[in-house]
């Protein structure tokens, strides 16, 4: 299968510039392939603005780096129309959204009005400036960071934004030996500022193609029942105050398509399923006050509801 060849092939080259973090560049493919977006969170110094432009890079995508302050407008991001002196006429000033692989780094540190900029480019691939919609490049992917450390001076993201995002996808320190790895890799001369020498290896012709074969990945009625089992039993879980809306259901549905095609089959089983609830649910459900107490996170919560649905055979 092609998409198979092709996430083969992305993975083997930015290992030439990522070690480890396998899983984290895994699922950011898998929201480049199927169209969605993605949340990394994790401290500073984890290489997420590396895996970032790494992948622009091997996809040939324009990239584009915000960083998010508390002073930024949505102008900043969208653009403004400016006015000539020499042509006595307004010119659109476009904004780094009009991109094709947009970094929004520590978007938590924006206020609301400043991240809901982002939102009908999200959901819509258009943006509206001054009356006037405009409509993005294809691909459009947004990767979107946050600190789990810092919350002083943030402004914790809406319910309504976060489920936009395909994934929340946790970037945790690396272990020993591949921290050795990266040192080894400095000590001969790596250079994370110049990337230039990795290849692209996708083409928008391939990933229309791979979109086209996702498409076809057969889908069994027993998986449509065990994806709705699982928000169902979410939102009837008593860890919960919130679980998974039926958008959580679409995106883990056609994550799971991905994967599956991303593996070499045409069909989903439940182990796709399995294996992706947790990035699709950790950002669309809430953690009971006595819960969070008890030491629940939205991953071992999501495990409980896990082991209370049956799965098909």
Not at 56 to 72: E, G, I, N, S, W
Not at 206 to 223: H, P, R, S, T, Y
Not at 241 to 266: D, E
Request: with cysteine; proline share 6%.
């Amino acid at each position: 299968m092609q998409t198979q060849a092709v996430a083969a092939a992305i993975k083997k080259a930015a290992a030439q510039v990522i070690v480890g973090q396998e899983e984290v560049l895994e699922q950011m493919l898998i929201a480049l392939l199927m169209g969605g977006h993605v949340l990394l969170e994790g401290v500073p110094g984890t290489a997420k603005t590396l895996m970032a432009k790494t992948l622009a890079r091997l996809v040939q995508a324009d990239f584009k780096r915000v960083q998010f302050t508390p002073d930024l407008m949505p102008s900043d991001i969208l653009g403004t129309r400016i006015f000539e002196v020499n042509t006595g006429q307004f010119r659109l000033q476009r904004g780094p959204i009009f991109t094709q692989v947009l970094l929004g780094d520590e978007i938590n540190r924006a206020p609301a009005k400043t991240q809901s900029a982002l939102l009908e480019a999200m959901e819509e691939r258009q943006v509206t400036i001054e009356g006037e919609r405009l409509s993005l490049a294809t691909p459009f992917f947004v990767i979107a960071t946050q600190n789990p450390i810092e919350y002083e001076g943030t402004y914790p993201l809406p319910e309504a934004q976060l489920d936009r995002f395909l994934f929340k996808i946790i970037v945790e320190y690396a272990p020993q030996s591949v921290e050795i790895e990266v040192l080894r890799r400095y000590h001969l001369g790596f250079n994370a500022r110049n990337i230039e020498y990795v290849k692209p290896v996708l083409t928008p012709d391939m990933l229309l193609a791979c979109q086209q074969e996702i498409q076809q990945v057969q889908v069994e009625e027993g998986i449509f029942a065990y994806i709705t089992a699982i928000a169902q039993e979410s939102r009837k879980s008593g860890d919960l105050v919130l679980g998974g809306s039926p958008r959580a259901s679409i995106a883990l549905l056609l994550a799971s398509k991905t994967y599956a095609a991303m593996q070499g089959r045409g069909y989903v089983s439940p182990d796709d399923v399995k294996q992706l609830v947790r990035p699709v649910y950790r950002h669309r459900i809430l953690l009971r006050p006595e819960a969070e107490i008890e030491g629940l996170t939205p991953d071992t919560a999501m495990g409980r509801v896990l082991a209370r649905v049956d799965v098909p055979r």
